[in-house]
């Protein structure tokens, strides 16, 4: 991970967890594909942070998973649940909100 992507996990973790629930509300989607997902968007994550991620999402009811194969073709795909999805409604309002603030910034009357 680069010098100033490393400064700033704290705020990329946030945006990461949004794209996971955004492409599990999508359709399934397993660790390895979602790590080059967010590779081809600038975002650097190895398996020993998204799996963990991944996991507490689970926990919190955000995601569900199943194992589809067997042996060394058994891959774990997640989906959003209807709380993820909820979840993920949610934060659309409030990132459409902060990119009307940061990004494109009306010009208020004074």
Known sequence: MPADEEDHREFLAGMVRL???HHAAEG?????????EL????YRISPGTLYP????LERKGYLKSAVEGGGRRA?????ATRKGRAALDFARGKVRELYEELVAPRKESR
């Not at 590779?39 to 600038?42: A, K, V």
């Not at 891959?75 to 989906?79: A, G, L, V």
Request: proline share 0%.
């Open 75 to 79: 891959r774990r795909f997640y989906r």
């Open 28 to 36: 399934s989607l397993y660790g390895n594909w979602m790590i080059e």
């Open 39 to 42: 590779r081809r968007h600038g």
């Open 53 to 56: 991620m991944l996991h507490a």
């Open 19 to 21: 794209h996971v629930l």
